[in-house]
């Protein structure tokens, strides 16, 4: 061969300068050149059994997360781990030098309670020395390699935060969504075969609307905000905040309020107070004056609010006072006689002006609102009480005295006590509606307000709706209960999607609300949110932002989800990473089809997260890709 040919010919050489006596330099070279050649040699030979190991190690690595891959998706079982990385390495190892001499093993450890799972890929072979053999060392050069992929170190806790909105209805979306996820192959099973040991992945579901369900049975939480749930029309802050130009949504108490009672016509209309008057605490049924037999006479009890639509959770009971008529209002010309079924002024009412100044006396009430007073100490003690304010000093509004001061002091049972509470809650208070900071019973803010939420004339968290929205499933591993969750999503009432992404997170954090699984210091955790919906955002909390069917201008709904998106992207882990990782879909099958939804397309971690859909078809795909690309995300080396 070359090698031999070249040698020979260095050795002849070396021959004659020896017998030359005249040149003693080159006879000295000569001599030292077969060491230098030699050395030369050995370095050649090291230098490609160093070139196959390296080759050899970066085969191992592909083939052992190659092998795992296939392992944890279900593809391979454990018998065939030896001979799916024979096939993979020799696949991959191209090295020509060893390649004839090379040998691999795998071995497959399962995980236990103190180990995670791994694979185990070992490799060996020779290379054949051009050189060493000359110098009287071996023929060859032997070497060995491996890699070691672990998984179940890495795991994946997951948000599937859906849309279960009326407009999922439409074409065949909501079927698509229930197959994609819970369907044979779907998204939970994909990721349940990433599972080898009970806790290696969670998945959470949260169905939303304009609210979230967390479940009626919830209601002795401490982490609920029961402020306006409890309190009436009149003292909910959140028809207070205005946007753009808007005028403040919430509702005020009338001058002749103390008038009002038995008889009277309903003292406000959807567009006076943003609500009428039904027939009692808990009926649906409208009143066009305050009964005046029966169980609930007196009772002023408020409907559907037509603005927010949310429920009121009791009356304002008329409790007379006296026998003989009052003054009740004074010294404003919109004071003014309640009136009567036939549009008279009710009875015993009646109005005067002396010196320019207006006064209205007539039969005078109390309104105490019935939920239980700061003054109870009896009824209803498992909930909070309501000290909202009922009416004016002295039972009448004056000029001089044109601000309700008086606070509710109801010492019976409650008309409809939280147990009732079917489990709807809304947006957290500003600025917590953005952040995923844990509740604190210190700090309303940090609560989570309960609502009853009502459109279209169903209470879309009662069990009783025929098309309710589904509770909130925290993160679990029960595969089969997930997938009967997710099928039994319906179609149901408005967008927010922020309210849905904020459980989303909340799913995310051990102790918060949902009860979380504590996460180990010495584990490496996934955290994704995968956020679906089919539409903008139309209403939340604050009805000034959107009234059920758009938005209002500024899209403030956008801007309150744009500032949790940032949060939820700015959160790092120990080390510094993204804490979350966020797919954002918009399925957009409308037509003509709604503008890309920029909330969503900016809260996706990547832009190669976002997904824009233009038929229920690609959800199966879409939720697909995502599952395939959360498995590689799962093999971690």
Not at 241 to 268: D, E, F
Not at 294 to 316: E, F, M, Q, R
Not at 527 to 537: H, K, P, Q
Not at 543 to 553: E, I, T
């Amino acid at each position: 061969m070359l090698v031999t040919a070249f040698l020979s010919r260095i050795r002849a050489a070396a021959a004659r300068f020896s017998a030359v006596t005249d040149g003693n330099v080159a006879a000295m070279f000569a001599v030292a050149a077969v060491p230098i050649v030699c050395f030369v040699g050995v370095a050649i030979d090291y230098s490609r059994a160093n070139s196959a190991r390296s080759s050899m190690q970066a085969a191992l690595d592909s083939t052992a997360l190659m092998v795992a891959k296939d392992l944890s998706s279900g593809t391979i079982t454990t018998s065939q781990v030896t001979a799916k990385a024979q096939a993979y390495f020799t696949a991959l190892y191209t090295n020509t030098d060893a390649k004839s001499s090379v040998t691999v093993n795998a071995t497959y450890t399962a995980a236990s309670s103190s180990s995670t799972s791994t694979i185990l890929v070992t490799g060996s072979g020779s290379v054949k020395t051009d050189f060493l053999k000359f110098a009287g060392y071996s023929p060859n050069i032997s070497f060995n390699s491996s890699s070691t992929s672990t998984w179940g170190n890495a795991k994946m806790r997951v948000a599937l935060v859906l849309d279960n909105t009326g407009s999922m209805a439409q074409n065949g979306k909501i079927t698509a969504l229930r197959n994609a996820v819970a369907g044979s192959g779907g998204l939970i099973d994909q990721l349940s075969a990433l599972s080898k040991t009970n806790g290696d992945v969670y998945i959470s579901v949260i169905p939303f609307a304009k609210v979230v369900n967390v479940g009626a049975s919830n209601y002795t939480q401490s982490y609920i905000d029961w402020t306006d749930w409890l309190n009436p029309p009149t003292t909910q802050p959140a028809n207070a905040v205005t946007s753009g130009s808007s005028n403040s949504l919430q509702a005020g108490l009338p001058i002749n309020w103390h008038a009002v009672g038995p008889g009277a016509r309903c003292p406000w209309t959807n567009s006076s107070g943003g609500f009428t008057c039904q027939q009692s605490p808990t009926s649906t049924q409208s009143a066009s004056t305050v009964p005046s037999s029966g169980t609930y006479k007196g009772y002023v009890c408020p409907s559907v609010d037509y603005n927010s639509h949310t429920l009121y959770n009791g009356c304002w009971v008329s409790t007379q006072v006296g026998t003989t008529a009052q003054v009740f209002c004074t010294g404003n010309n919109n004071c003014s006689c309640p009136l009567n079924s036939l549009g008279l002024p009710v009875t015993g009412c009646g109005c005067s002006t002396t010196g320019g100044v207006k006064s209205c006396s007539g039969y005078i009430y109390t309104h105490d609102w019935t939920q239980p007073g700061p003054n109870d100490t009896a009824h209803n003690t498992y909930q909070p009480r309501v000290s909202a304010v009922v009416g004016w000093t002295s039972n009448q509004y004056t000029a001089a005295n044109p601000t309700p001061t008086v606070t509710n002091n109801w010492q019976q049972a409650s008309t409809n006590p939280i147990t009732n509470w079917t489990g709807c809650i809304t947006d957290r208070t500003q600025p917590n509606d953005a952040t995923g900071v844990l509740p604190d019973t210190h700090d309303v803010t940090t609560q989570f307000p309960a609502n009853e939420y009502y459109e279209n004339n169903s209470s879309y968290c009662s069990s009783s709706a025929s098309t309710p929205l589904e509770p909130i499933i925290p993160l679990s591993y029960n595969w089969s209960a997930l997938k009967t969750a997710v099928n039994a999503m319906q179609p149901t009432g408005g967008t927010d999607q922020a309210v849905g992404l904020a459980w989303g997170w909340q799913s995310l954090l051990p102790n918060g609300p949902l009860n979380t699984p504590a996460e180990d210091s010495n584990t490496t955790y996934n955290r994704v949110i995968i956020l679906l919906s089919d539409g903008l955002n139309t209403e939340d909390r604050w009805p000034a932002y959107g009234d059920g069917s758009s938005q209002a201008n500024g899209n403030p709904i956008d801007v309150r989800q744009a500032l949790m998106c940032q949060n939820l992207q700015n959160a790092k882990d120990t080390n510094g990473n993204p804490m979350y990782t966020i797919y954002t879909i918009q399925v957009n099958t409308d037509s003509p089809q709604d503008p890309t939804s920029t909330v969503l397309q900016n809260c996706a971690s990547s832009p190669d997260k976002f997904y824009m859909l233009t038929s229920s078809s690609q959800i199966v795909t879409t939720f697909n890709t995502i599952g395939t690309a959360l498995s590689k995300l799962r093999v971690a080396k």
